[in-house]
């Protein structure tokens, strides 16, 4: 039989396994919805004898679904955040997780395995391939990766972005605002499970920007892929649910 302190010792035992319980549940919860994790990075670039500090001790984690923008003057260090996050440029010193998984640790093989399949890049600049047309630039991707029936899946994601009129065009036939949806298009073939984007509007008149952002936006949402971007239009990066400023290779 059971004395009182018995009792009152096995109801406190079970008070504290199912508390540990939910701690740990709410650790799993909140560690399962991090995509990507930023420790103490720093890049420097050699140029002569001279080494020149980009970043410094960068600590940063976005969420997975996480819209955030990246502002700062010319020169403070964006596309070089984009850059390393993207796995086109390697940290001097640091941790970069993405996935769970530590990317500065990896060959160069490796990060571009993960960046073909959960990484997709929107540049400024547009970099299409200049003898390629619309449709086949974005099969490209599609055929690379070794998906089904590329060309099909390439002209219904132009028709998505209002392209159907123009898939057999070459980049040098479209305007700046459709080069920049069919780059947006090679960029999201493979449904990445990150989209980074460098100024993607910084070539773009007004009116194309909006549709841009719209697109980019629209998609976002629709997919639940997460968007980091960098850009110097206050009404862009005022869409994100987090703004993140760097000054002088910091994040302030
Ligand atoms: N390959 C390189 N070698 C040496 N220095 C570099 C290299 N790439 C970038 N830098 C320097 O790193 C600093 C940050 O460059 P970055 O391109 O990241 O700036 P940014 O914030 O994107 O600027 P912008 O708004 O003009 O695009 C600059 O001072 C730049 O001159
Ligand atoms: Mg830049």
């Known amino acids: 039989m059971l004395s009182p302190n018995n009792t009152i010792f096995s109801i406190a ?7 540990q319980r939910a701690i740990i549940l709410i650790i799993k919860l909140l560690y399962m919805s991090v995509l990507l994790k930023l420790k103490k ?7 002569g004898k001279d080494n020149i500090s980009v970043l ?3 600590n940063l984690i976005t969420k997975k679904k996480e819209t955030v923008s990246i502002v700062g003057e ?3 260090g964006k596309t070089s955040l984009i850059m390393l996050v ?3 440029e390697r940290a001097t010193s640091g941790k970069i997780f993405f996935q769970d998984q530590e990317i500065t640790k990896l060959n160069e093989d490796q990060v571009s395995k993960i960046r073909k399949k959960s990484i997709g890049i929107i540049f400024q600049s547009f970099y299409l391939i200049p003898n390629y047309t619309a449709v086949e630039n974005v099969a490209l991707t599609l055929e690379l990766n070794k998906l089904k029936n590329p060309e099909s899946n390439a002209k219904e994601l132009l028709d998505r972005f209002g392209l159907k009129h123009r898939l057999n065009n070459l980049p040098s036939q479209l305007s700046g605002g459709e080069q920049q949806r ?5 960029a999201i073939a493979m449904k990445p499970e990150l989209i980074l984007a460098d100024e993607p509007t910084g070539n773009l008149d007004t009116e194309n920007s909006i549709m841009i952002s719209k697109i980019l936006f629209n998609y976002v949402k629709e997919e639940g892929s997460s968007l980091i971007i960098v850009t110097h239009d206050s009404k862009l990066a005022n869409k994100t649910d987090r703004k993140i400023k760097i000054i002088d290779g910091k994040i302030k």
Do not use: D, P
């Open 74 to 76: 010319s020169g403070s």
């Open 13 to 19: 035992y079970e008070f504290m396994v199912s508390r």
């Open 56 to 58: 410094n001790n960068i």
């Open 182 to 186: 069919v780059a947006i298009a090679r």
């Open 41 to 47: 990075v720093n890049l420097k670039y050699k140029t």
């Open 86 to 88: 993207g796995g086109l």
